[in-house]
């Protein structure tokens, strides 16, 4: 770095200004393809205990025009750092109300229900629960259909306007479940503050259960927990049968993960869910 003036610094070190300008070319791609609609939202099958569909988890792609299909791992962070996440925010809440609202008309599919992530910057932001509700009217969606999935620091930062958000959308019916359960560094007593209905057990418990007592024991007090508390629970991650039966002796009553349906585009999950769905 040399200075420029007393107080400023300019970096020429060229690794680094690459990087710099690599984060504001992708900013800027971001919002154009928030212009032009590059965003879909693949559907992940979620199960009760005797693998019919219950729902799913609608996960966000981006369709680049030149790089093809890009994983949220590679975008979703940049936008984090500005309000470009809320405007994502609201196009994953609008095509997954207007999937619900298509599904309501039919019979077979008018049960399932959709969860979408949530970011904290979108759920921090003033008219959050305004506009959610808004894009989930417009669309003619049933809002006890749509769940939110919260992660643990979302839900430790700013909690009293939390509470009170929460409590309006559920007021509506909306759901809301924690995601990625006990990653994060909460106090058990938090569960009991906010409207919930479902934890979300990590995958990374999932993963190790079958050859770690400890992932076990996590699995099994989870759900006993959220069998005490009146609250649901879904394992995710799951890849393998063992795991599925492993989770079965744990008590485990609701599943996603490879294993049963990968992440898939919207034609080819109502296709799965046709031949599978819970009656
Ligand atoms: P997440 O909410 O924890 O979603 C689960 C991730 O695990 C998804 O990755 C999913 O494809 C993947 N997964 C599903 N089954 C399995 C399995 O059996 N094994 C393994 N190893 N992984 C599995 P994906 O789609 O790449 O999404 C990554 C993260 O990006 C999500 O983690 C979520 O935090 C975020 N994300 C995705 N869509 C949205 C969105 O619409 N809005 C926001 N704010 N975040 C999103
Ligand atoms: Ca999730
Ligand atoms: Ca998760
Ligand atoms: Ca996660």
Not at 127 to 132: C, I, P, Q, Y
Request: proline share 4%; hydrophobic share 45%.
């Amino acid at each position: 770095a040399k200075s420029a003036g007393r107080n400023a610094i300019r970096f020429f070190d060229p690794a680094m200004q690459r990087m710099i300008d690599e984060r504001a070319r992708l900013q800027d791609e971001l919002s154009h393809a928030v212009e032009r609609g590059e965003f879909v939202l693949y559907y992940q099958p979620q199960f009760d205990v005797e693998q019919k569909i219950v729902g799913a988890e609608a996960l966000l792609r981006w369709q680049h025009p030149l790089r093809g299909l890009l994983a949220p791992g590679s975008f979703i962070p940049l936008a984090e750092t500005s309000d470009l996440i809320v405007r994502l925010g609201d196009i994953v809440l609008r095509q997954a109300s207007e999937r619900l609202a298509a599904w309501s008309r039919m019979p077979a599919l008018a049960r399932l229900g959709i969860a979408v992530n949530v970011s904290a910057r979108q759920m921090h932001d003033e008219d959050f629960v305004a506009r959610s509700l808004g894009i989930i009217r417009a669309a003619g969606a049933d809002p006890s259909r749509l769940s939110m999935e919260l992660t643990e620091s979302l839900l430790a930062t700013d909690i009293e306007a939390t509470i009170e958000k929460m409590h309006s959308l559920r007021r509506e019916g909306v759901c809301f479940s924690v995601d990625d359960f006990g990653t994060g560094f909460s106090s058990l007593s938090y569960i009991q503050r906010f409207p919930l209905s479902s934890l979300k057990i990590d995958q990374s418990f999932v993963a190790t259960c079958v050859d770690n007592p400890r992932s076990a024991g996590i699995v099994e007090i989870v759900i006993g927990l959220a069998d005490r508390l009146g609250l649901g629970h879904i394992a995710e991650g799951v890849e393998t049968a063992v795991q599925l039966e492993q989770l079965k002796a744990l008590g485990c009553r609701a599943f996603q993960g490879y294993l049963l349906g990968w992440p898939m585009p919207v034609e080819e999950f109502e296709a799965m869910a046709l031949a599978r769905v819970a009656t």
